[in-house]
């Protein structure tokens, strides 16, 4: 089954505490990107990756570093985490193969207190 | 900058009633636009997508959309909504060479039997 897979779903931590969130697709896509939904705000870009080794900011990359070792993960590291990175983060994989359409895992809920 | 704005905030509905939901998006050049739904505690599912050809886009659930340039519009529409309707629409327009998806902020629909 074609799918994107995040790990946790639920953290809850405390400020200045390292996290990683992990992502992982099964469908050999290029791209992968990770998102935050705020209420008010939808979904903002943190970080994509176009390949392997390759990354790039988004719209909201402060506080946050990504990797792309591997084509299939993409894991989303905080390394000091602070209260306002209370959200819920969508990582999302997308190629030539699927049209451009973006597959979006099941979404991380991470409150920091 | 390219942005994606969606003017209905929270709509709510009867079961039946018809349902349009704004999407105005502000940049020129390719255009390749998205709808997406969120139910509740769930992650975001295509609705639809138009990449070119056919203005009137129709998509899964009985959803459709409708491109129009000259007002930069791309409106969603459903003739008759249902109570499993209830979820978050997001309209979202693709930039960045394939890889990044500008979403607008939402708009909460709540179908009442």
């Known amino acids: 089954e074609a799918q994107v897979t995040q790990n946790p779903r639920y953290l809850i931590t405390v400020t200045g505490k390292k996290l990683t969130v992990t992502c992982s697709q099964n469908?050999?896509?290029?791209?992968m990107s990770w998102y935050r939904q705020d209420p008010g705000l939808g979904l903002r870009q943190i970080y994509y990756s176009m390949n392997v080794e390759v990354t790039d900011k988004g719209d909201v990359p402060e506080g946050y570093k990504v990797s792309r070792k591997e084509k299939r993960n993409f894991p989303l590291i905080l390394e000091s985490p602070s209260p306002n990175q209370t959200s819920l983060y969508f990582c999302a994989s997308s190629g030539l193969g699927s049209g451009y359409e973006q597959y979006f895992g099941p979404g991380t809920r991470l409150t920091v207190t | 900058a390219q942005s994606v704005s969606q003017h209905n905030h929270h709509v709510i509905l009867s079961e039946a009633a018809s349902l349009e939901l704004g999407c105005n998006y502000s940049y020129g050049g390719t255009v390749n636009l998205f709808w997406y739904v969120q139910y509740p505690g769930q992650h975001l599912q295509l609705l639809l997508k138009?990449?070119?050809?056919?203005?009137l886009v129709k998509g899964i659930k009985g959803f459709e959309a409708e491109f129009i340039k000259s007002k930069f519009s791309f409106n969603l529409r459903k003739p008759s909504v249902q109570w499993s309707d209830t979820a978050e629409y997001f309209c979202a327009g693709l930039t960045g060479g394939g890889n990044k998806l500008t979403f607008g902020t939402g708009t909460q629909l709540k179908v009442e039997l």
């Open positions: 138009y990449f070119s050809g056919d203005p």
């Open positions: 469908m050999n896509h290029e791209y």
